[in-house]
């Protein structure tokens, strides 16, 4: 029971990593001819789509403040202190 933990808790974690660096790349107007910058925007691109209606006004080019992904790394955030806070409450009472 504890290995699945571990492995969503590393999933989401990565997932949010990635998040982060596509808002800092185009935070940063980085060129997306790179290679580097390519990548992470192709990680990343699944997991803004849901989101991506947000951010139909803005440029595609230069410096970029994407809503959907900065909600996606709140939500992210959030999620995760919740959890932490469960599974440390749950641990001090003994029910693990």
Known sequence: MQRWRHWLEWLVL??????IARLMLLLFAANPEQPFTQI???????????????????PTTGVRFERGTFLLIMFGLVGMSIWQLRQARRTNHGME
């Open 40 to 58: 992470v925007l192709w990680l990343s691109q699944g997991l803004v789509w849901p989101l991506a209606w947000l951010d139909q006004t803005q």
């Open 14 to 19: 990565g997932g949010l990593s990635v998040l």
